[in-house]
């Protein structure tokens, strides 16, 4: 079948995918008076599709080897025909008029609000779409206004063919203004009913609105617990007037084992692996235990671990926050120094809106540091406090949004120095959809960092800050970029800046590429901004998938380190930032 284009794209798709003797073609092939009866069929389909988009005085011209469905000599010319080539079947349209819309009236009584809600206007085209869409949208506005029982039927539509014009009448049935009734729960097994009904962000009595009850739905999803949440309205109301809810849940497996492996030249690979329970006591509280192998490195001197474990109990005191305790023992041997270390760490961490956390804690450390051939002991004590903003659209793989930090870390160190200092951090990114396809992707990353109150030698070398390596400048060993001791081993220093820009390209189904340039900086003893800047540059490869990209990048340095490495190679799970 050849279908004449209408110059219309869109209607075209629309009358190609209503053609059976199209989409019928290879599965059931047909000749003759049922070939005939098939045309008809779609003449009908064809119309059907024109007048949707506003075309209710169009016309269908088909013809089956040169001849119209009404002429007598067809069945004979179809039982005549070779089997090859097949026989020509062609349709033209004269599209007509297009129709627009006329009156556009809701007959019944609404809210004084509703009507505003259609978005459909007198004088645009009279497309069913539109209008289907408008039906849409007053059911929803009917609901979110408080009338969950509000029905929309099918809309009347008149034609006014002298005018080429179609008057559209809505006869929306508000039904009652109606609260919240009585709140139950199905599915629950080890999660307590109590917690839940407490998390809640909707009660009976409250005016029942479709976002309320979206929300509700979406924070119990947000505790982590949950695989799955539906809120179901009862189909009635009850005796009082009220609409009860069921929250229908699905509880997520109790316990959750996870495997992780990545790779950089710089501080070769590390294994991670983790056990945790999603909801230990009942109220969603958590359990996370992990385990780090670190294995090779250029940077790495010998393998190291870290061993953790974290409990987090939410809703702790108040709703939305939660009590998080950690405890860490690591040991590292690095190029810049090697370290043994127990960490502790205890913290209240506060959603203060949808995107903003603040966290305060209190911090403990005990350490042993070789530098230099010189081992010292550290007893640290501090306040970490954060404000954390983040309105990313993913985890792994953002495509828009903004994420920001701000961290200040009063901090006391005993043992072989003794210092008070604070850390101050401000971390910030940003993504830019470009085409707002989700498939091109601009990233900007930036860091400043400063210690107050210490020299850079007074701190512990663990607490002082160091640039080179994925997380900085890439290209670059891991820690390597600032000052040095004689022997080109890393002293670190009091100020950190570094920044970021890189182009994240999608191409193809499951493919990416990226390039990127990272630059940086570390201050001995000054402030942020005032020391030699380095900077990194490089191209990667990514590859898509349900867990988030699997990540390869290529770096250089652009002004290469005495005894430094000609490039860098990254490989691992998400993003770099």
Same mark, same amino acid.
């Given at each position: 079948?050849?279908?004449?284009?209408?110059?219309?794209?869109?209607?075209?798709?629309?009358?190609?995918?209503?053609?059976?003797?199209?989409?019928?073609?290879?599965?059931?092939?047909?000749?003759?008076?049922?070939?005939?009866?098939?045309?008809?069929?779609?003449?009908?389909?064809?119309?059907?599709?024109?007048?949707?988009?506003?075309?209710? &005085?169009?016309?269908?011209?088909?013809?089956?080897?040169?001849?119209?469905?009404?002429?007598?000599?067809?069945?004979?010319?179809?039982?005549?025909?070779?089997? #090859?080539?097949?026989?020509?079947?062609? =349709?033209?349209?004269?599209?007509?008029?297009?129709?627009?819309?006329?009156?556009?009236?809701?007959?019944?009584?609404?809210?004084?609000?509703?009507?505003?809600?259609?978005?459909?206007?007198?004088?645009?085209?009279?497309?069913?779409?539109?209008?289907?869409?408008?039906?849409?949208?007053?059911?929803?506005? *009917?609901?979110?206004?408080?009338?969950?029982?509000?029905?929309?039927?099918?809309?009347?539509?008149?034609?006014?063919?002298?005018?080429?014009?179609?008057?559209?009448?809505?006869?929306?049935?508000?039904?009652?203004?109606?609260?919240?009734?009585?709140?139950?729960? #199905?599915?629950? &097994?080890?999660?307590?009913?109590?917690?839940?009904? +407490?998390?809640?962000?909707?009660?009976?009595?409250?005016?029942?609105?479709?976002?309320?009850?979206?929300?509700?739905?979406?924070?119990?999803?947000?505790?982590? =617990?949950?695989?799955?949440?539906?809120?179901?309205?009862?189909?009635?109301?009850?005796?009082?007037?009220?609409?009860?809810?069921?929250?229908?849940?699905?509880?997520?497996?109790?316990?959750?084992?996870?495997?992780?492996?990545?790779?950089?030249?710089? =501080?070769?690979?590390?294994?991670?692996?983790?056990?945790?329970?999603?909801?230990?006591?009942?109220?969603?509280?958590?359990?996370?235990?992990?385990?780090?192998?670190?294995?090779?490195?250029?940077?790495?001197?010998?393998?190291?671990?870290?061993?953790?474990?974290?409990?987090?109990?939410?809703?702790?005191?108040?709703?939305?926050?939660?009590?998080?305790?950690?405890?860490?023992?690591?040991?590292?041997?690095?190029?810049?120094?090697?370290?043994?270390?127990?960490?502790? &760490?205890?913290?209240?961490?506060?959603?203060?809106?949808?995107?903003?956390?603040?966290?305060?804690?209190?911090?403990?450390?005990?350490?042993?540091?070789?530098?230099?051939?010189?081992?010292?002991?550290?007893?640290?004590?501090?306040?970490?406090?954060?404000?954390?903003?983040?309105?990313?659209?993913?985890?792994?793989?953002?495509?828009?949004?903004?994420? /920001?930090?701000?961290?200040?870390?009063?901090?006391?160190?005993?043992?072989?120095?003794?210092?008070?200092?604070?850390?101050?951090? *401000?971390?910030? #990114?940003?993504?830019?959809?470009?085409?707002?396809? $989700?498939?091109?992707?601009? /990233?900007?990353?930036?860091?400043?960092?400063?210690?107050?109150?210490?020299? =850079?030698?007074?701190?512990?070398?663990?607490?002082?800050?160091?640039? $080179?390596?994925?997380?900085?400048?890439?290209?670059?060993?891991?820690?390597?970029?600032?000052?040095?001791?004689?022997?080109?081993?890393?002293?670190?220093?009091?100020?950190?800046?570094?920044?970021?820009?890189?182009? +994240?390209?999608?191409?193809?189904?499951?493919?990416?590429?990226?390039?990127?340039?990272?630059?940086?900086?570390?201050?001995?003893?000054?402030?942020?901004?005032?020391?030699?800047?380095?900077?990194?540059?490089?191209?990667?490869?990514? !590859? !898509?998938? #349900?867990?988030?990209?699997?990540?390869?990048?290529?770096?250089?340095?652009?002004? &290469?380190?005495?005894?430094?490495?000609?490039?860098?190679?990254?490989?691992?799970?998400?993003?770099?930032?």
């Amino acid at each position: 079948m050849t279908l004449k284009p209408t110059g219309n794209g869109v209607l075209d798709a629309a009358l190609h995918d209503s053609a059976s003797l199209i989409s019928l073609r290879a599965s059931a092939p047909t000749g003759g008076f049922a070939l005939t009866e098939r045309a008809r069929q779609d003449v009908g389909r064809f119309k059907t599709a024109l007048q949707s988009f506003g075309y209710y &005085k169009a016309s269908v011209h088909l013809t089956i080897d040169g001849k119209t469905l009404d002429d007598p000599g067809i069945f004979a010319a179809l039982d005549q025909a070779p089997a #090859s080539p097949p026989i020509a079947v062609v =349709v033209s349209f004269d599209l007509g008029p297009r129709f627009q819309l006329g009156q556009v009236t809701i007959s019944t009584p609404v809210p004084a609000d509703i009507p505003g809600q259609l978005d459909l206007r007198s004088g645009q085209p009279a497309m069913a779409a539109d209008v289907l869409a408008a039906q849409g949208r007053l059911l929803s506005a *009917l609901r979110e206004d408080g009338y969950p029982m509000a029905k929309v039927p099918i809309p009347l539509a008149t034609l006014r063919p002298d005018e080429n014009r179609l008057d559209v009448e809505f006869q929306p049935d508000a039904g009652p203004k109606t609260d919240i009734g009585p709140i139950s729960f #199905s599915g629950l &097994k080890d999660m307590n009913e109590s917690f839940v009904r +407490r998390r809640l962000t909707v009660h009976p009595g409250e005016l029942f609105t479709t976002s309320a009850i979206d929300t509700a739905r979406q924070d119990l999803t947000s505790i982590g =617990v949950f695989s799955v949440v539906r809120a179901v309205p009862a189909d009635a109301l009850d005796p009082q007037g009220q609409l009860p809810i069921t929250f229908d849940l699905t509880e997520r497996p109790l316990h959750a084992v996870d495997l992780g492996v990545a790779y950089s030249t710089d =501080v070769g690979i590390n294994v991670t692996t983790g056990w945790h329970d999603h909801n230990l006591f009942g109220n969603a509280e958590q359990l996370n235990l992990t385990a780090a192998v670190q294995l090779g490195g250029n940077a790495v001197t010998r393998p190291g671990y870290n061993v953790g474990a974290q409990f987090i109990k939410p809703d702790y005191l108040v709703r939305d926050q939660s009590l998080e305790i950690d405890v860490n023992a690591i040991d590292q041997s690095l190029q810049a120094y090697q370290q043994t270390a127990l960490l502790e &760490k205890i913290a209240l961490n506060r959603k203060l809106t949808p995107h903003w956390t603040a966290s305060l804690g209190l911090s403990g450390e005990q350490e042993s540091i070789l530098q230099e051939d010189v081992t010292r002991h550290y007893e640290l004590v501090g306040i970490p406090a954060s404000l954390r903003y983040d309105n990313t659209t993913s985890l792994l793989a953002p495509t828009s949004g903004i994420r /920001a930090s701000l961290t200040v870390t009063p901090t006391e160190s005993l043992g072989t120095t003794s210092a008070t200092f604070f850390i101050t951090q *401000l971390a910030g #990114s940003t993504y830019l959809d470009l085409f707002d396809n $989700g498939r091109s992707i601009l /990233a900007l990353r930036g860091l400043v960092g400063k210690d107050f109150g210490a020299g =850079v030698f007074s701190l512990p070398p663990d607490q002082r800050f160091y640039a $080179g390596g994925s997380g900085t400048v890439r290209g670059y060993r891991f820690q390597t970029l600032g000052p040095q001791f004689a022997n080109r081993i890393p002293t670190g220093g009091t100020a950190i800046s570094a920044g970021t820009v890189e182009l +994240r390209q999608r191409i193809l189904g499951s493919y990416g590429i990226a390039t990127f340039l990272d630059v940086g900086q570390v201050s001995s003893n000054g402030a942020p901004f005032t020391s030699n800047w380095h900077a990194g540059a490089g191209i990667g490869a990514r !590859y !898509y998938t #349900s867990i988030g990209p699997i990540r390869l990048d290529v770096a250089v340095p652009l002004n &290469k380190l005495p005894g430094g490495d000609s490039l860098e190679l990254y490989i691992g799970i998400g993003e770099a930032f």
